[in-house]
């Protein structure tokens, strides 16, 4: 059994910066993509951003040049390291991972909330 704990979530002011983490553990072979979604009340989750296990990367274009994520494939962690927040970046995130047999694994989310 795989279980993903995402970690970091809160209350921040606009502009400021939050760090989420998450930790994968169980009967993992390997973890080839990493990723975060989010899903803000009333509406669909959607991707936020990617890592490959090479350390490509990808990003949904409304968090470009703010988010970075990154991983430690030692310790089969993501982190998702979020600046200059807004208001519209209010959501539960969720950690996700797919693995050596293409299963996909969610966590339970941890939700952000930026506001003054």
């Known amino acids: 059994q795989v279980q993903l704990v995402e970690s970091g979530g809160g209350l921040v002011q606009p502009g400021g910066s939050l760090r989420l983490s998450c930790a994968a553990s169980?009967?993992?072979?390997?973890?080839?993509?990493m990723g975060w979604f989010r899903q803000a009340p009333g509406k669909e989750r959607e991707l936020v951003a990617v890592?490959?296990?090479?350390?490509?990367?990808d990003y949904a274009d409304s968090v470009k040049g703010r988010f970075t994520i990154s991983r430690d494939n030692a310790k089969n962690t993501a982190y998702l390291q979020m600046n200059s927040l807004k208001p519209e970046d209010t959501a539960v995130y969720y950690c996700n991972i797919k693995d050596f047999f293409n299963r996909v694994y969610w966590g339970k989310g941890t939700l952000v909330t930026v506001s003054s």
């Open positions: 169980g009967s993992i072979y390997s973890i080839n993509a």
């Open positions: 890592i490959a296990r090479g350390g490509s990367t």
